[in-house]
């Protein structure tokens, strides 16, 4: 599965496709490889995007397979590593992991890895606030030596998003960022009101920064059944004293791994807006 980019550019392959079915349960990773390979897609692709990802028979393939915990874990280059959400995007993780728990646990990661590079809460906020993860968040952003780091934080913490005063902050602060062409920041305040202004953030995610792949996760997490949002009450030491960035990735032992559901007991619960955007790009 580590090759699965590079797959979608191998034009000698191209003609390689293996009958789904007579993929092994136990295959190895290699053996994947011709179900992932690039095609061409008038729906599921987004105009303009650079990034090389997996094919939509790929994400079939690993939709309807038995041991997603183990693809998930072999998609990571380096053991142990964490998750950018270049790589989620490329492997299309939205589309094909079944689990809401587990696209969670992915969001908070990805949140974290971007927080470790940029050192900038605002570029990582939208993974916290889908994951319901917003004590996370608000330690990241006391963190933050940012100017807008600390406004940020101000922001969070003197407002109350459930009220119509937090309301209309957190929406007044989207529309204004939109203008500074800050589209997935934007989109984070949309969804800081309670409750969130799905839509706007939606078309906000698909039409301005053109990312299908985030619009899905974004309704995904936001309309999940088990969906449950940590309190912002900041403590550092509660996430090991570094604002959590610092903890450790997702890492499945074999208990875990036996522990997935298997595809035919899976009862999937897409809710309205995540049905709208399937709709709208013609994926219904």
Partial sequence: LRQ???????????DKITDINKTSTH???????????????????????NVSQIATSGCISALLSNNQNALLETCRVVPGDKFDWND???FRFPFWIR???KLKKMSEEIGQAIFRKTKDVMECAIYF?????????????????????????????DHDFKNERGRRAAEKNAYSLLRKHK????????????????????????VKSEDLDL???????MESPSRKVIPAKSSLSMLGGGGGFASAPIILNSAELEQETAYRNWQPK??????????????E
Avoid at 215 to 221: I, S
Wanted: charged share 25%; with cysteine.
């Fill in 27 to 49: 295959a190895t990773p290699t053996s994947y490889r011709s179900h992932f390979l690039k095609r061409p897609s008038m729906t599921l692709d987004m105009k303009n995007d």
């Fill in 215 to 221: 619009a899905f996760l974004v309704a995904r997490l």
């Fill in 270 to 283: 897409l809710g309205k807006m995540g049905r709208w955007l399937l709709k709208e790009r013609g994926l």
């Fill in 4 to 14: 699965l980019k590079a797959c979608g550019n191998e034009n000698e392959e191209e």
């Fill in 183 to 206: 589209y997935n920041v934007a989109a984070s305040f949309f969804l800081l009101a309670e409750p969130p202004l799905m839509k706007s953030a939606l078309e906000t995610i698909l």
């Fill in 99 to 101: 689990s809401d728990d």
């Fill in 129 to 157: 606030i889908i994951a319901g993860n917003m004590r996370m968040l608000r330690n990241l952003a006391a963190t933050d030596q940012h100017q807008s780091g600390r406004k940020f934080m101000k922001f969070i913490t």
């Fill in 88 to 90: 989620a995007r490329s």
